[in-house]
């Protein structure tokens, strides 16, 4: 950015060549979507994230109910995993057989896990599941996606400013290497034996 409104500075110089307004200008713009496109990308991705993560925090909360279950037995088979927005809760899960009542009155028995201070046989503790009465996890939390929008918008303004700068990079760099071959073919026009007796300087 320095090296840009130096330029712009000494436009007016007979040094100051077309490649290098044209770098400036395009610094300039670059630095203008930075500033304001990129954080209108990232509200815009994160607003529209946080509708579709709300919508999806209601339907989990209508379609999945909490009862209780009681523990017949411990066993090894494959279980329902513990809730992922509770890591430190997860440690501490283990496999059991459970008995519960559906959402619509009826009982099940089935796979799920627990913490190991509900594992004995006749233990209660409390489980989610959906209107056919299958365990499944903890209806997202309002908090949790107002966290994962307000990453997305974050990551949505950030990939956009990385988008901005290296397309400028890009750019420049072509105009750099039009720059050169310009430079080297003016160099060829003028003499291999450039400065040296008898050729006409």
């Known amino acids: 950015m320095r090296t840009a409104i130096a330029v712009w500075r ?11 307004l044209v770098e400036a ?10 500033v304001f496109a990129a954080p209108a990308a990232g509200w815009l991705c994160g607003t529209l994230t946080h509708e579709a993560l709300r919508e999806s925090v209601r339907a989990q909360h209508e379609q999945r109910h909490r009862t209780t279950a009681y ?16 890591p430190s809760e997860s440690a501490a899960h283990i496999g059991v057989v459970a008995r519960w009542t559906a959402h ?7 796979a799920v896990s627990t913490t190991q201070r509900a594992a004995r046989p006749g233990d209660r503790f409390r489980m989610w599941t959906d209107d056919r009465g299958r365990p499944v996890g903890r209806p997202m939390r309002g908090a949790t996606a107002d966290t994962h929008a307000t990453i997305a918008g974050i990551g949505a303004a950030a990939a956009a400013a990385g988008l901005f700068e290296g397309g ?10 039009r720059r050169y071959a310009r430079l080297d073919r003016a160099w060829a026009e003028a003499g ?5 007796t008898g050729a006409g300087s």
């Open 104 to 110: 619509d009155g009826t009982g099940r028995t089935g």
């Open 10 to 20: 000494r436009r007016h110089s007979p040094l100051c060549r077309t490649t290098d």
């Open 71 to 86: 523990v017949v037995r411990t066993t090894t088979g494959p279980v329902l995993l513990p809730d992922p927005e509770n």
């Open 192 to 196: 291999p034996d450039w400065g040296r």
């Open 25 to 34: 200008w395009v610094t300039f713009a670059v630095v203008l979507l930075i």
């Open 168 to 177: 400028r990079r890009l750019f420049v760099r072509r105009l750099a290497q």
